[in-house]
């Protein structure tokens, strides 16, 4: 596929990314809105919490595959293994989640009890469902992004959104409100979740390519599986790094080590920085590791990553640009005490974000030492981040440490882009150099050598 082609799709894709998004964000915002005014405190937490719970879980085990699928899907395709690989994959991870299940069950039964929040059993199985269905619906979203079918994804999603917020707001405006209509609501949820996966499943088997009939030996497909669980482990590595900086892990952090109240203080200016955040990050999704994969099987691979890396950086500074904008309009709706905090959460996490291709370009190009060198400053810093956070209670300058260490980080990732692509650049010519420089007499030697060595 051309690369004018490649990027068309690209570009297409952060367009129903952002579609669905929109949807989905505006369609939770207000049945939480209308939940949060019609139930009891102890009824909104439930259900505030059994949804951030079951997210949080599948957050960390989503095993790299964010990542990797969408490079693997093109190296196993080569070989005519992409059915074998997507099968597997899907048999691998409803193995990991229905393992994963009685620990959600312990964990919600723990939370709730440790707040003295009462929930119905009835609930957490039901809810306990819906985590693995929708963990199931996040590997079907990778598929469907790796080849960039983003549309046809958005399409289902949305019809499927639709139905079931139909439903939700008919359960809230007809009936009471209590206890009992979470059980509805979860369950409503369960089901669509359920006839989403199927239809989804079925529709992604029609549109994928088909196997080729490419004669490989087993050696070679053992060897694409192990570079598969060694990228997939090194992005989940990536990940739970960078989640012990972010707001899933430092809300009960600061709660539990400082203060309820500095807890709070950190929540309103995380939440207010995430209406930012979010929709940039969502936007791209995995296209970007899509876009910079079919570079990297290109012929002419070195050329075509550098001009996908250009086209890449412009395109995401472009997304991020009208919401830097909104920041100083934001600040007029958060607390003074919040508004530092707020802005460097913000700035750090769009700068971050602008130079995300360069991280994007270490793992498509299967870089780990660098990337864990990349990491090694953020690391070696977060011990005394926390302590200073722990003995001072400073949020401002323990955040401006933060993202310092999480741009520093990035840094380090253009550094050794950059430093990856001149050192190809310079193989590039001495191995065009060389073959021209072999003449036919070199050629008929070798191969009277060849010979010779075949006979003894």
């Not at 090194?234 to 109240?261: C, D, H, Q």
Request: include cysteine.
């Amino acid at each position: 596929m051309h690369f004018s082609t490649v990027y068309s799709s690209f570009k297409s894709s952060l367009r129903w990314n952002a579609l669905l998004f929109i949807i989905y964000k505006t369609l939770f915002i207000i049945v939480s809105l209308f939940l949060f005014k019609s139930l009891s405190i102890n009824d909104f937490s439930i259900w505030a919490n059994l949804n951030s719970i079951m997210f949080l879980l599948l957050l960390l085990l989503d095993l790299g595959f964010r990542k990797s699928i969408p490079r693997y899907c093109f190296e196993f395709e080569k070989i005519g293994k992409l059915r074998t690989f997507t099968t597997s994959i899907f048999c691998v991870h409803a193995i990991i989640l229905i393992v994963a299940i009685p620990c959600f069950f312990l964990l919600c039964r723990t939370f709730f009890s440790l707040l003295g929040l009462l929930c119905l059993p009835l609930l957490v199985y039901i809810c306990g469902g819906i985590f693995f269905v929708e963990g199931i619906n996040s590997t079907i979203k990778l598929f469907y992004h790796a080849y960039f079918l983003n549309k046809n994804y958005t399409l289902i999603q949305t019809a499927f959104l639709l139905i079931e917020w139909t439903i939700n707001f008919s359960l809230i405006l007809f009936l009471n409100i209590n206890s009992s209509i979470l059980v509805l609501l979860f369950g409503s949820k369960l089901i669509i979740g359920l006839f989403n996966a199927i239809l989804s499943i079925f529709i992604l088997n029609r549109h994928y390519p088909k196997n080729k009939h490419v004669l490989m030996n087993r050696l070679l497909t053992k060897v694409r599986a192990k570079e598969f669980v060694a990228h997939s482990f090194m992005m989940w590595f990536g990940n739970i790094t960078k989640s012990l900086t972010e707001r899933n892990f430092l809300v009960p952090f600061i709660t539990y080590f400082i203060s309820p109240a500095t807890g709070n203080l950190f929540k309103i200016a995380n939440d207010w920085a995430m209406l930012i955040y979010r929709p940039i990050i969502r936007t791209i999704g995995s296209s970007d590791t899509v876009l910079l994969s079919h570079a990297q099987d290109s012929q002419n691979r070195m050329a075509v990553i550098i001009r996908a890396q250009n086209k890449l950086l412009k395109t995401i500074f472009y997304i991020c640009l009208p919401f830097c904008c909104i920041i100083p309009i934001a600040t007029i709706f958060i607390s003074p005490e919040a508004i530092f905090i707020f802005s460097v959460i913000t700035l750090g996490c769009i700068f971050e974000t602008i130079l995300s291709p360069y991280e994007r370009i270490l793992e498509v190009k299967r870089r780990y030492r660098y990337l864990f060198a990349s990491y090694f400053p953020y690391l070696t810093m977060l011990g005394g981040i926390g302590y200073y956070l722990c003995a001072s209670g400073n949020l401002l300058f323990a955040f401006i440490a933060i993202h310092l260490s999480r741009l520093s980080g990035s840094l380090l990732m253009v550094y050794f882009s950059k430093r990856t692509d001149s050192s190809s650049i310079k193989i590039h010519p001495a191995s065009l150099l060389k073959k021209k420089r072999s003449s036919p007499k070199d050629k008929i030697y070798h191969d009277k050598r060849n010979n010779n060595q075949l006979t003894l």
